[in-house]
């Protein structure tokens, strides 16, 4: 019994700028990939091409690189980290206790996601750890939909209609995603019958002044596609930061020894020192560890393409139109053939050239953010939020992994750790800068 499907596999950089960039229009996502996302992201930014897809990027991109969300994304960041992050991390100190470092970072992300999508605050990092049923829906979701890109598409919805195996709990997963996100529409379109929204800066409001015409379902599309972008890539990113960084002390000495050039810090009320996000921006050597850790670890570790008209890469292969091409991100970021023989090893220097500065690495050989005209537009935004978080955890606390506690990949469209992250954590001694 043939499936019928074609797969092209490739991590080879001239392949991916061709794919991604050269020869863009016959490399879309297909309607084989829009079959997949279509129950979890419907009609969003993500799940479509074409005019839709540009439409839709156009109006993003106005929203997000405006300079007031911009401002907001800095403000949101350092103030959950502020206020709800290290208290958390201060608590877990105080106890000495172990506990899913992973965990935390995407409860942190989730509500840093949904603030800045939709203006609201779950409040997932409370000492507590309420349960949020919005996660375990969404993690479960992401590994189905890895598998479905494996599975002839004729036997995994067949298996949604008669509702049996893994698509029966995809289902119920993705009605608790809806019933969080159209709560929350309902509530954004209520504040702005009442009080009204002008001075909401959360992208939901935005196309809320904007047209309020856009349908819930659209909404919904938008919506669902910005948190589980945000929360998803970013809270596996600092995972994995943090575990090579476990693994790697010098590294954490040298950025601390740059951190401690930083002037514009706040001090909590419980001692703790946090960071000025524009002033982060300056820092070479922790930019160079979160690329680095990137490039290891990178949080969607897939990318998969359709063919439209039959084509030769660079490398030689010829596909055809209905093939797939899987692009394995993490694969081409440890190759020999592209990053060295010390391809395997975390080495931020890498990124720092002789003269002390930030070294260019082109898009299409460092594709954690995609390349070409579908490149991530969240990208500053993600590099903003995972350099705010690491620099304060960094400064504030020592992190020791438990020993003999097994950390690997889950099979997942992200890249999270299958056992979580557990950890210890200690209180730093901060010597507060004298100015």
Same mark, same amino acid.
């Given at each position: 019994?043939?499936?019928?499907?074609?797969?092209?596999?490739?991590?080879?950089?001239?392949?991916?700028?061709?794919?991604?960039?050269?020869?863009?229009?016959?490399?879309?996502?297909?309607?084989?990939?829009?079959?997949?996302?279509?129950?979890?992201?419907?009609?969003?930014?993500?799940?479509?091409?074409?005019?839709?897809?540009?439409?839709?990027?156009?109006?993003?991109?106005?929203?997000?690189?405006?300079?007031?969300?911009?401002?907001?994304?800095?403000?949101?960041?350092?103030?959950?980290?502020?206020?709800?992050?290290?208290?958390?991390?201060?608590?877990?100190?105080?106890?000495?206790?172990?506990?899913? =470092?992973?965990?935390? +970072?995407?409860? #942190? %992300?989730?509500?840093?996601?949904?603030?800045?999508?939709?203006? &609201?605050?779950?409040? /997932?990092?409370?000492?507590?750890?309420?349960?949020?049923?919005?996660?375990?829906?969404?993690?479960?979701?992401?590994?189905?939909?890895?598998?479905?890109?494996?599975?002839?598409?004729?036997?995994?919805?067949?298996?949604?209609?008669?509702?049996?195996?893994?698509?029966?709990?995809?289902?119920?997963?993705?009605?608790?995603?809806?019933?969080?996100?159209?709560?929350?529409?309902?509530?954004?379109?209520?504040?702005?019958?009442?009080?009204?929204?002008?001075?909401?800066?959360?992208?939901?409001?935005?196309?809320?002044?904007?047209?309020?015409?856009?349908?819930?379902?659209?909404?919904?599309?938008?919506?669902?596609?910005?948190?589980?972008?945000?929360?998803?890539?970013?809270?596996?990113? =600092?995972?994995?930061? +943090?575990?090579? #960084? %476990?693994?790697?002390?010098?590294?954490?000495?040298?950025?601390? &020894?740059?951190?401690? /050039?930083?002037?514009?810090?706040?001090?909590?009320?419980?001692?703790?020192?946090?960071?000025?996000?524009?002033?982060?921006?300056?820092?070479?050597?922790?930019?160079?560890?979160?690329?680095?850790?990137?490039?290891?670890?990178?949080?969607?570790?897939?990318?998969?393409?359709?063919?439209?008209?039959?084509?030769?890469?660079?490398?030689?292969?010829?596909?055809?139109?209905?093939?797939?091409?899987?692009?394995?991100?993490?694969?081409?970021?440890?190759?020999?053939?592209?990053?060295?023989?010390?391809?395997?090893?975390?080495?931020?220097?890498?990124?720092?050239?002789?003269?002390?500065?930030?070294?260019?690495?082109?898009?299409?050989?460092?594709?954690?953010?995609?390349?070409?005209?579908?490149?991530?537009?969240?990208?500053?935004?993600?590099?903003?939020?995972?350099?705010?978080?690491?620099?304060?955890?960094?400064?504030?606390?020592?992190?020791?992994?438990?020993?003999?506690?097994?950390?690997?990949?889950?099979?997942?469209?992200?890249?999270?750790?299958?056992?979580?992250?557990?950890?210890?954590?200690?209180?730093?001694?901060?010597?507060?800068?004298?100015?």
């Amino acid at each position: 019994m043939s499936s019928n499907m074609r797969f092209f596999f490739t991590c080879d950089p001239a392949n991916v700028r061709h794919i991604f960039t050269s020869n863009f229009a016959n490399y879309p996502k297909g309607p084989g990939f829009t079959e997949i996302f279509d129950d979890a992201l419907g009609g969003g930014i993500f799940n479509v091409d074409g005019d839709s897809w540009r439409r839709q990027r156009a109006k993003t991109q106005l929203l997000m690189y405006s300079p007031r969300f911009q401002a907001f994304v800095s403000r949101c960041s350092s103030d959950k980290v502020e206020n709800a992050l290290l208290p958390l991390l201060s608590h877990f100190a105080g106890t000495g206790e172990k506990f899913n =470092l992973q965990d935390v +970072f995407m409860r #942190l %992300t989730f509500d840093m996601s949904t603030m800045l999508a939709s203006g &609201e605050d779950p409040g /997932c990092l409370a000492i507590s750890l309420p349960k949020v049923p919005f996660v375990r829906a969404a993690d479960y979701t992401t590994r189905v939909l890895l598998v479905r890109h494996f599975i002839p598409l004729s036997l995994w919805k067949l298996a949604r209609r008669l509702g049996i195996g893994f698509e029966r709990r995809m289902a119920e997963a993705l009605h608790t995603i809806n019933q969080f996100i159209y709560e929350t529409i309902v509530k954004r379109r209520a504040k702005k019958a009442d009080e009204g929204i002008e001075d909401s800066e959360d992208l939901l409001s935005s196309y809320l002044k904007d047209d309020d015409k856009n349908t819930d379902s659209f909404l919904r599309d938008t919506t669902i596609t910005l948190i589980s972008a945000g929360r998803d890539t970013i809270g596996s990113a =600092l995972s994995w930061f +943090f575990y090579l #960084l %476990t693994k790697n002390p010098h590294v954490v000495s040298k950025i601390l &020894e740059e951190l401690d /050039c930083v002037e514009s810090t706040t001090t909590t009320p419980d001692g703790m020192v946090t960071f000025d996000p524009d002033e982060l921006k300056s820092l070479v050597y922790l930019h160079a560890s979160v690329c680095e850790s990137l490039r290891l670890y990178p949080p969607l570790p897939l990318e998969h393409k359709g063919v439209v008209a039959a084509d030769v890469m660079p490398s030689g292969h010829k596909v055809r139109p209905g093939d797939k091409i899987l692009v394995s991100i993490y694969a081409m970021g440890r190759m020999e053939s592209v990053w060295g023989r010390d391809s395997g090893e975390f080495r931020p220097e890498r990124w720092i050239s002789e003269d002390g500065k930030l070294r260019y690495v082109p898009s299409y050989k460092f594709t954690p953010f995609i390349t070409g005209p579908r490149t991530c537009l969240g990208k500053d935004m993600a590099l903003v939020q995972l350099k705010v978080v690491a620099a304060a955890v960094v400064k504030n606390f020592q992190i020791e992994a438990v020993p003999g506690h097994i950390v690997e990949p889950k099979l997942s469209m992200v890249l999270h750790m299958k056992n979580g992250f557990m950890v210890r954590v200690k209180r730093r001694q901060v010597l507060n800068n004298v100015n």
